[in-house]
């Protein structure tokens, strides 16, 4: 999906319909958008599901009401790995005393660039297309009830559990000596 729009969008008082989409081997979304929104009713539902791996750069997936009713749709993302390179995952919703939808991201790796993921907040998180920016998953509702945020990537701390490797220790002292020196032996 390259500088694509895959919308369901409702300007009335009705809900935004669902988007599913189902990919096989690879689904690049790069610079795009996949998003619902309703302004007096609630947020479609996003799903996206497919094999191996999910690459979400300079781009958005989000569900969001921006009127002052509805609550926010949710999010399913369900893939063997999931990149984030300025992705934003977003199912907030405006509307007032309103719930904001659910995440849940179902992967096995999850690779944020710069290492790192906002996740969470009360305030919503700005995308801006084309500005090298921060990796955003929400489910935000200001005067109302967040959604939850699951994921289930497993969580890869590596710090202080450096352990020794097998092997032999080199005696480097013994490389240094030089062969060809005078002496007894030579």
């Known amino acids: ?47 996206i599901a497919g094999g191996q791996t999910m690459l979400l750069q300079d781009s958005q997936i989000t569900t969001s009401v921006l009127g002052s009713l509805g609550n926010g749709g949710d999010i399913s993302i369900h893939a063997d790995s999931l990149a984030m390179q300025s992705g934003f995952i977003q ?15 179902d992967v096995r790796t999850l690779l944020p660039s ?22 955003v998953i929400q489910a935000a509702a200001p005067t109302g009830v967040s959604g939850t945020i699951s994921a289930t990537a497993p969580t890869l701390d590596v710090a202080g559990r450096l352990s020794r490797l097998a092997g032999e220790v ?15 032996t030579s």
């Open 1 to 47: 999906l390259k500088n694509g729009k895959i919308t369901a969008e409702s300007t009335g008082n009705v809900n935004a319909s669902d988007v599913d989409m189902r990919f096989t081997r690879r689904l690049i979304i790069d610079p795009s958008s996949v998003t619902t929104s309703a302004n007096r009713g609630n947020g479609g539902d996003i799903s």
């Open 91 to 105: 199912a907030n919703t405006a509307g007032v005393g309103a719930s904001g939808g659910n995440v849940n991201i």
């Open 114 to 135: 710069g290492d790192s993921v906002l996740v969470g907040g009360s305030t919503p998180f700005v995308f801006q297309p084309g500005v090298s920016g921060p990796n």
């Open 170 to 184: 080199v005696d480097f002292a013994a490389l240094a000596k030089d062969p060809c020196r005078i002496g007894a």
